[in-house]
């Protein structure tokens, strides 16, 4: 089986940022005139910042990658109406162009605002406008991606959430159905609670396996784990799992800077019977430097046959 290694965001190892923003507070403050400048300084900026980011990743072998979702500040506010389609067209497809000659894997994860199984109504309102708006970015650099969401709140109690989530999703553009994953979180919605809506939703499963330490019923991911896999079976790309490391005893919930090896040996070992491909994306705190530190700690400890600097077979 092969696994490929990747990280999150924005690389330790950069002194740049494709997320700079702008608040609205300070939008305000400006006006519009001048507040669309600056939005379009900012705007420019992250671009650059994104594009050598992606030539680094190119240059050291890192093919799996999360984008971020504040490349455009205020994209997705309701009260600033400001054109990124048609004006950045070119930028859009010159990254857009550089991902695909390139052959990287990337991704968005929307934050913890976007919950489709709220029991309010503006909040779903706004979340599907929010996601649509991730869709368009995706749509102008002519990419097919994900968008990797959790399952959201529980008011009203478990059962009844999950079927809101069911019922909003079911409600959804078949194209942007077509985008969404679902992952399980570390307080609520377990491995078998996400695999059930997975299922019958059809659509993929990313398996947190910090997530799941946190937050299961005693289950053995080695009795879920071929069913997760399973859900990618439709897809072009390999199915992806989360890794991360508690920060400490107290704060397990927390991410470390760094990946326990051994932890993740562990995990290996316990899942390697399905023989599947799959990509690792690393949230760890030190980016890109606790990739390249894993890789190291595995070169030592393992026999494992790496073809690059991210990518081994086991």
């Known amino acids: 089986m092969q696994i490929r290694f990747g990280y999150v965001a924005l690389p330790v190892t950069l002194p740049i940022t494709s997320s700079s923003t702008v608040t609205y507070s300070h939008y305000k403050r400006l006006g519009q005139k001048r507040g669309n400048e600056k939005l379009h300084q900012t705007i420019l900026s992250n671009f650059e910042a994104l594009q050598e980011i992606l030539k680094y990743n190119v240059k050291n072998n890192i093919f799996f990658f999360r984008m971020t979702c504040n490349l455009i500040p205020l994209g997705t506010h309701p009260d600033v109406h400001y054109e990124v389609w048609d004006t950045y067209k070119a930028n859009w497809e010159q990254i857009g162009k550089y991902i695909k000659e390139n052959h990287l894997r990337v991704d968005l994860h929307p934050d913890q605002f976007c919950v489709l199984n709220s029991d309010n109504p503006n909040v779903v309102k706004n979340t599907i406008n929010i996601l649509k708006f991730y869709q368009n ?178």
Not at 199 to 227: A, S
Not at 278 to 307: H, S
Request: proline share 2%; charged share 25%.
């Open 137 to 314: 970015m995706l749509n102008a650099m002519h990419l097919e991606s994900i968008l990797v969401l959790h399952i959201g709140g529980a008011v009203g109690g478990k059962k009844q959430a999950m079927q809101r989530f069911i019922s909003v999703f079911e409600a959804l553009d078949p194209s942007l159905q077509k985008m969404i994953v679902l992952e399980n979180d570390d307080k609520i919605f377990t491995v078998r609670n996400t695999l059930s809506i997975c299922e019958k939703l059809h659509i993929p499963m990313v398996l947190d396996y910090h997530h799941f330490i946190c937050n299961h019923n005693h289950e053995k991911i080695e009795d879920y784990i071929e069913r997760i896999f399973a859900t990618w079976a439709s897809r072009k790309e390999c199915p992806k799992i989360h890794i991360s490391s508690p920060k400490s005893n107290h704060q397990k919930r927390s991410h470390h800077d760094y990946i326990n090896s051994e932890k993740f040996i562990q995990f290996l070992n316990k899942i390697k019977f399905t023989n599947q491909d799959f990509d690792v994306m690393i949230e760890a705190k030190m980016k890109d430097e606790a990739l390249f530190r894993l890789v190291r700690e595995l070169k030592y400890k393992t026999d494992y046959i790496f073809i690059n600097d991210t990518t081994f077979f086991i």
